[in-house]
């Protein structure tokens, strides 16, 4: 399992890398990406910004969609459930097919599978057909997301190049996800609801005519067995906890349906490590499980992604509700946290350089954490915007440095042909955290009589959740082995 990923794969089609005989940069010299590697870079980054804008650009739509297409209040959840339940369930399962039957092959499936969905969903002409476009856009996602990192992470060696990698994708995944509020409000007011969906449609047609030229396959040069049984059960029980989470979101967490499959979801959890405990070959790796950077790492990914999004919809109720701002200036307050986000991810490589990946994780959390209880300030005074954006720019730039340092945290030290293992944790971790923040703390803010006494009482745990894992991950990152750059 230690041997160079040469000894365990073969590789088609990989453009020869213009780099040292070991891929790193001498000592002292500074880390430059390649032509190929540029190019490379781009193909990648630009899918995972395609996904991570989707889970944002379609929410200001939602009022103008429901009426066009005759979906009812209750039923708008499922714009955003029917592409969540399918984009977190099989994650773990199309990370696993991509280490056995080819990365590329897999990514790229997903690529003509999303671009096809987008196009369905753009020209929607029921409810029927508009979700079953979202499921599919969902399916795709699935196989994008945990492909296209371990991509990333078997393409750029650990060390500084996958260092600035990471931080570069890190910064496309953080301002994909405020760059589609901003663009969902703007293209629905001008365009239209279908606008937002025909972005994605024509993102999708960039990257695949692109990805086959520049990406090299990667396979087990045997013919291993999938686990149908962990397969079966891990997908199962992420679909009942997503759906529960997604669904608790409106109707609360006393729903008879939200508690069978909160129930169920616990049980299939159970029979998964059991069947991962007695299988050969696992869809995950509990020895993988059992290492400190990839549990704590995982921890402080989970958290991160998950308090982010409930600042993101706490702080959306209050711009509009409190201070009575416009879906399109709420979408510039919240530009401007893009904005930060992406001149800040040039300095991530620095910062990462100076401190390591696991104390960049730790430093980070504590500081999206003292940013989001800097929130509690806000009132309903006009110049509440101010100190609200310019707190919610810094909790941004750490949930950037956060993000790219769980990612670096999670993968260092993993054997290449396990990439896909631990990066389709980390890419389950992403996907979890943001379904399960808003259920869990948003309810606070929507139940509360007095909307900014619940944005405040949201606010205050938020911080305070963040803090607690900053501690708990620096105490449990600080008995790990050190790391190998």
């Known amino acids: 399992m230690t041997q160079h990923l040469d000894d365990e794969l073969t590789r088609e089609d990989r453009p020869p890398r213009p780099t040292t005989p070991d891929h790193r940069a001498p000592a002292g010299a500074p880390v430059r990406l390649s032509r190929q590697d540029r190019l490379i870079l781009f193909v990648l980054c630009a899918a995972q910004f395609m996904i991570a804008l989707d889970f944002s650009v379609l929410n200001v739509a939602l009022p103008q969609l429901g009426t066009d297409l005759g979906l009812g209040q209750a039923e708008l959840q499922w714009a955003v459930t029917a592409f969540a339940l399918p984009s977190g369930g099989f994650l773990l399962l199309f990370g696993r097919m991509g280490d056995l039957y080819g990365r590329r092959k897999l990514f790229l499936s997903g690529l003509a599978l999303f671009g096809a969905a987008s196009l369905l969903a753009t020209f929607a002409w029921d409810p029927a057909s508009f979700l079953t476009g979202r499921a599919l856009q969902g399916l795709g996602a699935a196989a994008i997301v945990p492909t296209g990192m371990s991509l990333l992470t078997t393409t750029f060696p650990e060390g500084p190049l996958r260092d600035r990698a990471l931080g570069i994708s890190g910064t496309l995944l953080s301002l994909g996800f405020t760059t589609g509020m901003v663009l969902g409000g703007v293209l629905t007011d001008t365009l239209g609801w279908r606008s937002t969906m025909a972005l994605l449609a024509l993102f999708a047609l960039i990257v695949l005519p692109l990805a086959p030229t520049l990406l090299g396959e990667s396979r087990r040069p045997e013919r291993p067995r999938l686990d149908v049984p962990g397969a ?64 704590w790492g995982n921890l402080g990914g989970l958290v991160t992604f998950s308090m982010m999004s409930t600042v993101v919809f706490a702080m959306t109720l209050y711009l509009q509700e409190v201070l009575e701002l416009s879906a399109f200036q709420t979408g510039l307050v919240f530009g401007f946290q893009g904005t930060a986000a992406a001149v800040s991810g040039g300095f991530v490589p620095k910062v990462l350089g100076l401190l390591g990946a696991r104390w960049t994780l730790v430093a980070s959390l504590v500081g999206q954490g003292v940013s989001v209880a800097g929130l509690l300030v806000i009132g309903t005074e006009s110049w509440s915007v101010w100190p609200a954006a310019l707190c919610l720019a810094l909790a941004c730039v750490c949930n950037l440095g956060a993000i790219v340092a769980y990612g670096l945290t999670v993968t260092s030290g993993v054997p290449d042909e396990e990439q896909g293992l631990a990066t389709g944790l980390v890419t389950s971790t992403q996907q979890v955290g943001i379904t399960v923040g808003i259920p869990l703390l948003g309810v606070v803010a929507t139940t509360t009589s007095d909307r900014l006494s619940g944005v405040h009482t949201v606010l205050a745990i938020d911080a305070a959740v963040v803090l607690a894992t900053a501690a708990l991950v620096a105490f449990g990152l600080g008995r790990a082995r050190p790391e190998k750059h």
């Open 232 to 295: 079966v059960t891990v997908t199962g029980a992420l679909l009942a906890l997503i759906y529960a989470l997604s669904t608790a979101a409106d109707q609360g967490f006393g729903g008879t349906d939200v508690i069978a499959a909160l129930i169920a979801g616990v049980v299939l959890l159970v029979a998964f490590v059991l069947v991962e405990s007695r299988t050969a070959e696992p869809l995950i790796s509990l020895p993988m499980l059992r290492r400190r950077t990839v549990a």
